[in-house]
Every structure is written in C-alpha cells, then in structure tokens.
C-alpha cells in the first residue's frame, strides 16, 4: 500500500491549521517568540497564505512580538534573581545585555518588567567583588 502525497488544497489546509496553532500560543507573549513567529512565517510560505487569512494584520503579529519580548525580559531577569549565587560573571553579564536588548527593541522599560538599572548593576557588582583578586 503506497501514501498518496497530500493535495495542494489539503497541504495548505494542514499548514493554516498549524500557523493557527502557533499564533494562539504567541498571543498572550510567550519568551519564546522568535521560534514561534519563525513557526508562523515557515506556515504561511509553504501554505502559501497570508496573515490576513489568519485573521490579523502585520501590526498585530508585531504587536504579538513585542508582548513576547517582555515576557522573554522577565524571564531573563526571574533567571538571574534566582541564579546569580551559581553564575559565572560572564553569564550574568549576557543576562543583562539581553535584557537591556529585549526592552530596548520591545520599547518598554525596565520599571515595566519590575527592575531598574540599579539592581541590574547590582548583579554584576556583586559578582565582580566575589571574584578572587
């Protein structure tokens, strides 16, 4: 017994199914974002479809997004609150940096995400005065 290969109508059918899937975990912002935005965009190439045949437009996948870098930042940061004990310094500097770049390129501030510069800082310091001299 041989597997017909799906039909067009079918295959597109099957990947607006899963582009549908994708974009109800992405809505309320989920750290993860970019993988799953990049899940959203591969559906919609192979299905050959739109957005807009989902039922949004591109300011509101953007929209989307951007809830997903604040929840990435908060993520970051309930890391480091909760690991710099155990973290190279390295470690807690890229945190940093990569909270400073999800709400810098997320427009939001650090008061947002329940932080500011000087506890980030503190983290870092911290680690700096443990270091052996």
């Not at 479809?49 to 039922?55: A, E, I, N």
């Amino acid at each position: 017994m041989s597997i017909k290969p799906m039909s067009l109508k079918d295959r597109r059918k099957s990947c607006l199914y899963q582009a549908e899937r994708w974009l109800k975990l992405l809505r309320p912002g989920i750290p993860n974002y970019e993988t799953v935005a990049g899940y959203i965009r591969e559906e919609m190439k192979e299905g050959g479809f739109t957005l807009c045949d989902l039922g949004i437009t591109e300011e509101e996948f953007k929209a989307m997004c951007l809830k997903g870098r604040e929840a990435k930042a908060r993520q970051l940061l309930h890391y480091l609150r909760r690991s710099t004990e155990r973290s190279s310094l390295h470690s807690i500097i890229t945190i940093v940096d990569g909270i400073h770049e999800e709400v810098r390129l997320g427009k939001f501030n650090l008061a947002d995400i329940g932080t500011s510069l000087d506890e980030l800082m503190s983290f870092i310091n911290k680690k700096k005065e443990e270091a052996p001299a």
